[in-house]
């Protein structure tokens, strides 16, 4: 094949129109605007739905935002001193409790 013939310019031009298809079919696919013989960008009829859907995910993220607020102070609670103080002084009041339920061994005691 003669790279200056006519035949190597039809086949270049028909190959990038080709890719130009299958890019714009890609992109539409997936939801993305579309682009035009020009390189500029023409939206879908159904943006309305986009639009509805960009809201939501909006309200979603300051809604995961708040929740991850809340977690964090969860676990700065859980991992406070002060918990894990009151947590052991309760371990030691069933400890002492376990302990207490167990018969003493008073013949011993006698003997010493």
């Known amino acids: 094949m003669e790279f200056g013939g006519p035949a190597f310019v039809v086949a270049l031009v028909a ?3 080709g890719a130009w298809v299958i890019n714009n ?3 539409a696919k997936h939801g993305y605007a579309l682009e035009d013989e020009f390189g500029g960008k023409t939206e879908r009829a159904d ?3 986009a639009s509805k859907l960009r809201a939501e ?3 979603l993220r300051a809604l995961l935002t708040k929740v991850d607020k809340r977690m964090q102070v ?3 609670i859980v991992t406070d001193k002060g ?3 009151g947590a052991e002084i309760e371990a030691l009041r069933d400890s002492r409790t376990a302990d207490a339920a167990t018969p003493l061994n008073i013949t011993e005691r006698e003997k010493a």
């Open 15 to 17: 190959l990038s129109y």
């Open 25 to 27: 079919w890609v992109r």
């Open 47 to 49: 943006s309305a739905e």
């Open 57 to 59: 995910n909006a309200e």
């Open 74 to 76: 969860l676990e700065r």
């Open 83 to 85: 918990y894990t103080v």
